[in-house]
């Protein structure tokens, strides 16, 4: 069957790559392995640019790197949302005695991945650019993008989860339903270096 993938990167990231050495990741070998059977086309990575921060002003740095790794893999689309930093007064949860209810917070978030796929997910679908999807995340907000893909458009449609416990509200619209586990992940590292148009990339030593 021919078979898209799309990813949301920061859902992939939390779920399974935060705090261990796997982070250099194939992710289209990751999908042939929990997919065998499957022909996979194009690989749909969603993302955004982050920004340095006090405690890690490198991550633009190692996200670049990986960028330009993904993009020496064949049928890999990468499309990018926003990443946002804003300063917020937040409520307290347990203010002290005599102390102000509420506090400035940095906030960040990732805003558009979770669209961006969802449409490019019907979109595709629509033009019949697979005959089956598997969705990498665990975002219940997609649930309406499976449900028009399946019940609509008539598409095999299943999730990849990237997290420990599948999403109850997307299993009501999967087809079939992948866990990402650690041995896969160990087995789709990409190699420390690669060449691309531009010269090496090296994996991140810190990775």
């Known amino acids: 069957m021919r078979t898209n993938i799309y990813i949301d990167g920061f859902n992939l990231y939390n779920g ?3 705090r261990t050495p796997y982070k250099w990741l194939d992710v289209r ?3 042939e392995l929990l997919l065998p059977d499957a022909v996979v086309h194009t690989v749909h990575y969603f993302t955004a640019r982050i920004k340095p921060l006090p405690d890690d002003p490198d991550g633009p740095v190692r996200q670049n790197a990986y960028l330009r790794a993904l993009a020496t893999l064949p049928g890999i689309a990468v499309h990018f949302g926003q990443f946002v930093r804003r300063a917020q007064r937040m409520p307290l949860v347990a203010p002290l005695p005599g102390a102000p209810d509420f506090a400035e917070v940095w906030r960040t978030e990732e805003k558009g991945s979770d669209v961006n796929l969802a449409v490019q997910l019907v979109h595709d679908a629509h033009l019949n650019r697979f005959d089956q999807a598997a969705v990498v995340s665990n975002d219940s907000d997609l649930l309406a993008a499976l449900r028009i893909a399946r019940r609509e ?12 416990h599948p999403s109850k509200e997307l299993l009501k619209e999967a087809d079939f339903v992948r ?6 992940l160990g087995a789709a590292q990409l190699p ?5 148009a531009h010269g090496v990339v090296r994996k991140p030593a810190s990775w």
């Open 16 to 18: 399974a790559l935060k």
């Open 29 to 31: 070998r990751v999908c």
């Open 153 to 164: 458009l008539g598409k095999r449609v299943g999730v990849i989860n990237p997290h420990k």
């Open 179 to 184: 866990q990402v586990r650690e041995g896969v």
């Open 192 to 196: 420390d270096e690669i060449r691309d």
